[in-house]
């Protein structure tokens, strides 16, 4: 079973930065793009931002567009999300997952880590 283990989230002002990391084991990490989504309470889980397996090219939502960025270290089979100039509405429970799609994608994900926390006060 894939395993990936996110880490990282916690409690930081508005206007303040984070750093999420997602191991994933090097088989998984290897053949899959990586992306994170995010779910408030009450609502949907949703796209956050992706990266390609190969080529790492990045996609991003536009509401964290030029405030978070993906990165990936393949010698740690670790993806990062750098977060700053957080909003109280970034706040959710992100989740780190792998995909295969031929293209990269904002849906189509297989593997998903059991989430971390992400509270932003105002």
């Known amino acids: 079973q894939a395993q990936l283990i996110e880490s990282g989230g916690g409690l930081v002002q508005a206007g303040g930065s984070l750093r999420l990391s997602c191991v994933a084991s090097?088989?998984?990490?290897?053949?899959?793009?990586m992306a994170w989504f995010r779910q408030s309470p009450g609502k949907e889980r949703e796209f956050v931002a992706a990266i390609q397996r190969g080529a790492s090219t990045t996609d991003y939502a536009d509401s964290v567009k030029g405030r978070f960025t993906i990165s990936k270290d393949n010698a740690k089979n670790t993806v990062y999300l750098q977060m700053n100039s957080l909003k109280p509405e970034d706040t959710a429970i992100y989740y780190c997952?792998?995909?295969?799609?031929?293209?990269?994608?904002?849906?189509?994900?297989?593997?998903w880590g059991q989430g971390t926390q992400v509270t932003v006060s105002s």
């Open positions: 997952a792998a995909g295969r799609s031929p293209v990269l994608s904002r849906k189509y994900y297989n593997d």
């Open positions: 090097g088989r998984i990490f290897s053949s899959s793009d």
